[in-house]
């Protein structure tokens, strides 16, 4: 991780101690150089803001942070959309990533249905232990006592 690790956008920050840096940064190298090496850094395919002011501020190279991919509801409510890091890289490769995701939802919807399967499952298992029955074998008659006069 790089010298900003925990700054990424959707984490808390101390945003003062970040314009701070930033203001420092732009003032020793000169707000022109800044964008630069921020543009740079983009191109260079970082996408985390860590990475990014890694590089741009502190003028090495940062080792990437994973990138994720993000997958949200569309805003109309019935489709998906998906943000993946370096898209360039498959776009050539589109339909074959298509396909793949067909096959990765199917297996995804079949492996929600077992789980909820083995949920059911354990559930009813857990229902039969739990509750107190009568065994079947091996239980002893009662006999009334007979007295004889």
Known sequence: MGAFSGLGAEENYDRSFLGELLLEAIDKLGEAMFLTRVCEAVRAGYAAVDDILEFAV??????????????????DKRSLRVDVPDLDQLLPHLSRLEEFMTRLF???????????????ESARRRFRTDTPTPKVGGRKRFAWPITVR
């Open 106 to 120: 199917v297996a995804f919807a079949a492996n929600l249905g077992s789980n909820k399967a083995a949920a059911a």
């Open 58 to 75: 502190f003028d090495r190279i940062p080792n990437r942070t994973p990138n994720m991919v993000r997958v949200r509801l569309a805003r």
